[in-house]
Nanobody, 122 residues
Framework: QVQLVESGGGLVQPGGSLRLSCAAS????????MGWYRQPPGKQRELVAS???????NYADSVKGRFTVSRDNAKNTVYLQMNSLKPEDTAVYSC????????????????WGQGTQVTVSS
């Protein structure tokens, strides 16, 4: 099995920064794309940022220039550095990973983190 543990959410004032982490553990052979999604109150979940195993990144237009996604393959961890936060960034943030498992080779499994609340308010 594979477990994901997120951390780093919280309450921050507009203009502030937060760093989210998502650490994966278990029967991991390799992790392909790692991504962050968010769901604002009363809205649909949306992709915030993603990073491939080769380091290629993709960002939602609303966060370009403010958020940075990165990964540490040795730690099976993906990060989201969020700067210049705005009230409209308030949402539950969840990580999403595509994982190849050593106990079931040849298949790719998709996993979600438990979600962490980010609230931007003065």
């Amino acid at each position: 099995q594979v477990q994901l543990v997120e951390s780093g959410g919280g309450l921050v004032q507009p203009g502030g920064s937060l760093r989210l982490s998502c650490a994966a553990s278990g029967s991991i052979l390799s992790i392909r794309t790692m991504g962050w999604y968010r769901q604002p109150p009363g809205k649909q979940r949306e992709l915030v940022a993603s990073i491939t195993s080769g380091g290629n990144t993709n960002y939602a237009d609303s966060v370009k220039g403010r958020f940075t996604v990165s990964r540490d393959n040795a730690k099976n961890t993906v990060y989201l550095q969020m700067n210049s936060l705005k009230p409209e960034d308030t949402a539950v943030y969840s990580c999403n990973l595509d994982v190849s498992r050593w106990d079931y080779p040849g298949r790719v499994y998709n996993y979600w983190g438990q979600g962490t609340q980010v609230t931007v308010s003065s």
